[in-house]
């Protein structure tokens, strides 16, 4: 089906006179289901509204004139910063200025301002007070509670309140999304749509009716004590749980932030009904002479079979966004998604990834989390695998088998994380095996991210002997079947509770297996998770005991570059680290690893020159 409207020449030619939603974001328009606009534009159009799409609209120009180009929408707007928080887009973990962008088109940065929700949601407040606003998407979403921002180092309030939006849908939103459209058809009562789950919303504390919920303590609190912070975040982590979660309430000022309980997952149904829909699957035609929008690349021959997940690693916000329940798509459904890449001009016969959050998880983990939600105090598959956890690949083979006997379908790779724990965990070993022969295109990026113990605890991994276990049958499978492919671990520098000691730990660990990172993530506090309240708090959220924080800039530079060993010009950093850890006897180790590798780039520097003289 033809791309939505981005301007009103697009609206007009369409024949209408105005639109019932502007959907206003900070990615460029990609009509594909990877992106949350394509999705929320493309469910509200097979209702029947009529829907244009703002993407990147100019914010600086005092007339506003490409917010006011559709005139005012009949039932409101909707506002998201696109498929990241525009803070993350737009700055690295060490808050440099990002150099490129790959949800622009031509990959360009600067065109997405900083707090993108707050600063398109107070321009259509301004020249639009009237109109309905609401917001969603992840910026929304992770911030939808008093938050540290670590770009600031403050604790904002609710996005709800900076952005002056008159409802804020968190997590996926396509089921929300509808209500409210339909209540805005319907009724001119704005708070009948306060019954609607896995929305907030803000009330006067002199107009809130107390009933039985959950109280986080207020923004002003969590301002002023850490301690109330690291409560907050715990509480609100485990109210995000579909099938248990309560009503919360957070007092700001005057008012509460009310956050209805999260919306019911999605059924099965449901969920192909919201993958069959007529995307385009690419990007909007007028960003081609820009070179089109990067992240289209890594998508338009990717299909996603999931949603949800219940892994439950610190760092990750996932679960406080999507939710821990698994949802998945029919084997019908995602088969039929595959038959319709193939047909695509561009497809050259290789699906790149049948994924999701985490690749490998079709199923709830278990039948208690089905009835009565999650554990509270228990994690599934840390630090050892629950005994109530259902573990089965059978599935998800079954898909990816369907999916490579397809015509014209020459590889189906798995992109997406996999999660190794839970590989193990089975004993029917069909799913690696099939994996390691068929589905690894030259790598397989896997995440152990630490090998300290109680590093990997703060982190909520599995201990290293799991991930050990299964590098060792990757790579005897690998040989078995003659392949050349490898395993890319990902790994993270400074995450809290990693002392110098345990970067050099992990540094060793690195150089007796034989790894070396090229690219090594250092911790990024983004809002949302366990472990920016870590960051932020000193604390352990679950345990309220301390927990040691990497915070300076050279600590900082010290962990990231012990991951990168091997790298000459990190000698005199680890050097330095090593000597104020009382390790100088590790420094003849490193320095020998430095040396082997400019060794071996003289070598190949000089055999190129070598070559060049025989040419
Ligand atoms: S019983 Fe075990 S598998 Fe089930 S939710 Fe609790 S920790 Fe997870």
Redesign the pocket.
Known sequence: MPFLPINKQEMEARGWAAVDFIIVTGDSYVDHPSFGVAIISRVLEAKGYHIAILPQPDYKNADYSDFKQFGVPRLGFMVTSGNIDSMVANYTAAKRKRSDDAYTAGGISGKRPDRAVVVYSRIIKKIFPGSFLVIGGLEASLRRFAHYDYWSNTVLKSILFDSGADVLVYGMGEAQIVDIAKMLQHSKNIKKLHQINGICYSIPVNEYAPESLVELPSYEKVSENKKDYAVAARKALEEADPIRGRKIIQRHGDSFLVQNPPGKPLTQSQMDYIYSLPYERYYHPSYESAGGVPAVSEVEFSIIHNRGC?GACNFCSLAFHQGSVITVRSLESIVNEAINITANPRFKGYIHDVGGPTANFRLP??D??KKSG??KN???LVPVI????KVSHTEYLNILDKISSLPKVKKVFIRSGIRFDYLMADKNKAFFHALVRRHVSGQLKVAPEHCVSQVLDKMGKPHIDVYKKFQDEFYKITKKVNKEQYLVPYLISSHPGSTIKDAIALSLFLMKEGIRPEQVQDFYPTPGTISTAMFYTGLDPYTLNKVYVPKTQKEKDAQRALLQYYEPKNLPVITESLRSAGREDLIPVFRKAAIRTAKKRNQRTSGKKGMKKNI
Request: overall charge positive.
């Open positions: 219940f983990s278990c208690k989390q999650l554990c228990k994690k599934c629950c005994s109530r956890l």
